[in-house]
């Protein structure tokens, strides 16, 4: 929910949140987000296909979970030339559709989110 704010702050026209906990999804929509999908128990074509009829293009997905499908769904999701921002971290190793990122020049970016959070 902090990215939702970071977004919506740094000038996000339209946020859509995917999640599989209602109550989070509905808190997301209290707080600012536009729209707000639960994806419990979806496949990733099927959640791919339920974002693009809410939001035609995704410039920037911020992907929090670290899961491997939600990464695939990012990947899918992300317009040609946009930017997958990988917040979440999850296993060591993850199969990703690369080539369809490298073919559509998704922008493939990962953040630490511990940085500088703990005294030296």
């Known amino acids: ?6 977004a919506k702050a740094m000038g996000a026209q339209s946020v859509i949140i995917t999640d599989i906990d209602q109550d989070r999804l509905n808190t997301a929509l209290k707080i600012g ?3 707000a999908l639960n994806i419990s128990g979806k496949a990733v074509n099927e959640i791919v296909k339920a974002v693009h009829d809410l ?6 997905t911020i992907e929090c979970s670290g899961a491997e499908s939600a990464i695939n769904v ?10 997958l921002q990988l ?5 060591d190793f993850v199969q990703l559709p690369i080539v369809n990122a490298t073919v559509r020049e998704v922008d ?6 511990y940085v500088n959070c703990y005294p030296k």
């Open 1 to 6: 929910l902090v990215n939702l704010l970071t």
């Open 87 to 91: 917040v979440g971290l999850g296993g």
């Open 55 to 60: 939001m035609s293009e995704v410039d920037i």
């Open 108 to 113: 493939i970016r990962g953040t630490f989110r």
């Open 74 to 83: 990012g990947i899918y999701c992300t317009k040609s030339g946009g930017v």
């Open 33 to 35: 987000a536009d729209k």
